[in-house]
């Protein structure tokens, strides 16, 4: 049996359970769970366990918010409260311009 890989691969950089990273992990769970359903992964790399994983994605600032799959790899850094940011940010909905 093969196993599905997901859509969206997001990974979520934090350091310890302050309460900017807790919320950023509240927000992109509601919001992967509204627009994403059923079709993405959240992966949550606590920095102050595994430090030398922020090189790999150059992880300046927490918490970060990373989209692996699809290419290209964006970035966003917060507690991701502004929803429209995270989901134009993240291309999961288009800019809308007037």
């Known amino acids: 049996m093969k196993k599905e890989v997901a859509e969206w691969q997001l990974l979520l950089y934090i350091a310890g359970q ?3 990273s807790i919320k950023a992990l509240e927000n992109i769970k509601k919001y992967a769970e509204v627009h994403l359903a059923g079709k993405y992964s959240i992966e949550i790399i606590d920095l102050l366990k595994s430090p030398q994983l922020a090189e790999g994605d150059q992880i ?4 970060t918010l990373v ?3 699809p290419e290209p ?5 917060g507690d991701l409260s502004n929803e429209e940011r995270v989901l134009v940010g993240l291309n999961i909905k288009p800019v809308i311009s007037y």
């Open 60 to 63: 300046l600032a927490v918490p």
């Open 73 to 77: 790899i964006r970035k966003i850094i």
């Open 67 to 69: 989209r692996k799959f």
């Open 18 to 20: 302050t309460p900017k």
